[in-house]
């Protein structure tokens, strides 16, 4: 069976119940390997650096999952590999003997090449499980022709969710077509979408291609699909259901070859309610809800998106945030999401002569909106001892953080092992 791993083109392994790694194939070793044999030891100590498996450390884990059901399991994970920390889908399947028992499992991994959990200048940046769960959405729809709905406020990144979306499809290698729905009039619409031939109208000296015909073998994305008027929306539904159309002034149906994404940061469902929307165009598009979470949502994403945006917005100089200032942005609420840290972050490079940005950097508005310094630490006497002010912080941090103990301990600028130390000693592990 070994020599059938090495085989197969994905990375493999087999891992037994007890979450010790049996044997690993080729690709794996190519792909995932480290300096140690990755035989004997704890999938869970490869993979997450943990000292326990995945479930005990706040994380889904799909081996726990499949042994419990006795189905394929998949789930999407941040595992360490020889590049740094990377997004990687994996799919543990059970394996039986002739009993029916399982007796060990293999999981086949796939790293997730549109999305990076460390800095990037281009693509998607994330790793908070906010970002992580939609993500894993992403992943599994991609691969197929489903029509996907991207459902979140403005700034919160749709378009590029779209081309993910299409650079993970088998459409890759077709062509990428967006459609600002906003202020589509039906005379527009007509001649953008669907084209026209010489001579349908004046001023219609040559044949015309349009956006339906020029994505034909790629992705076809509507950008807020919400917006378009009901005396439109028919068309588009009469399109998908038909999956034909004609230029204006053509009489032959040619076909429509695209795989459709649309976004929206209008509630439809209320829309359609209200009647502003078509209820059978919005049964015909939301198959598959994406929703793209806000900022506020994933703010310990933040750190990570400023140093990639900054290498965006200011790509000649290597532009860095104090320590203030990144604690500054941390405590904002972005009601622009990332589109509006972006401007900030371009705002603030501008400003800094250096290359570090300082908080006098910064616009007013982040700082109107900081917390006052909490009081729990305190006592009636106005200081305690600096053990037990530890030890409060942490219980509030354990409250209030969203993420897994490595965000966490990333977030707080510690190791994980010294994190589980001081949870440890602070008595506070089974809040974990």
């Given amino acids: 069976m070994v020599a059938l791993l090495d085989s197969l083109p994905e990375p493999r392994v087999f891992v037994g119940r007890d979450y010790r790694v049996l044997a690993v194939n080729q690709a794996y070793r190519e792909q995932f390997g480290d300096a140690l044999p990755a035989r004997g030891r704890y999938c869970y100590e490869i993979s997450h650096h943990y000292d326990k498996p995945c479930d005990q450390a706040g994380e889904s884990c799909p081996l726990k999952d499949c042994q419990e059901t006795g189905m394929p399991q998949r789930t999407l994970h941040i595992h360490y590999t020889p590049r740094g920390q990377e997004h990687v889908d994996v799919e543990t399947t059970p ?137 439109l929306q028919v068309k588009l539904l009469r399109l998908l259901e038909s999956g034909t159309f004609r230029r204006v002034g053509g009489v032959e149906p040619l076909r429509a070859d695209f795989r459709l994404v649309l976004a929206t940061h209008r509630d439809l469902k209320a829309m359609v309610e209200a009647g502003s929307f078509r209820r059978d165009l919005y049964y015909r598009i939301s198959a598959f809800p994406i929703h793209l979470p806000p900022l506020r949502e994933r703010m310990e994403d933040i750190p990570l998106l400023a140093e990639s945006l900054l290498a965006r917005v200011s790509p000649r100089r290597r532009m860095k945030l104090h320590p203030d200032a990144l604690a500054a942005l941390s405590g904002y609420r972005f009601s622009g999401n990332i589109r509006e840290l972006r401007n900030i972050l371009e705002h603030a490079s501008l ?75 602070a008595a506070l592990i089974p809040g974990i």
């Fill in 95 to 231: 394996i039986r003997d002739r009993a029916g028992k399982i007796i060990f499992f293999v999981e086949t991994m796939r790293t997730l090449q549109h999305a990076r959990s460390q800095p990037s200048a281009q693509g998607l940046v994330g790793k908070s499980p906010a970002f992580n769960r939609m993500l894993a959405l992403v992943g599994r729809v991609a691969p197929s022709d489903a029509t996907v709905l991207l459902l979140g406020e403005s700034g919160t990144g749709k378009e590029l969710v779209a081309q993910a979306l299409h650079e993970a499809s088998g459409r890759a290698q077709g062509p990428f077509v967006a459609v600002d729905c906003a202020g589509m009039t039906e005379t527009l619409f007509g001649s953008e979408l669907f084209g026209y031939e010489k001579g349908s109208f004046t001023g219609a000296v040559g044949r015309k291609t349009g956006l339906v015909e020029a994505a034909a073998g790629g992705t076809l994305f509507f950008d807020e699909v919400g917006d378009i008027p009901l005396c």
């Fill in 351 to 425: 400003m800094a002569d250096g290359e570090t940005i300082l908080p006098a950097h910064l616009q007013n508005d982040i700082f109107a909106q900081q917390p006052a310094p909490s009081a729990s630490v305190e006592n009636k006497s106005g200081i305690v001892p600096l053990e037990e002010a530890e030890q409060r912080y942490l219980q509030w941090v354990l409250e209030n953080h969203g993420g897994d103990r490595s965000s966490l301990a990333h977030k707080l600028g510690i190791s994980e092992r010294t994190l589980y130390r001081k949870l440890k000693a």
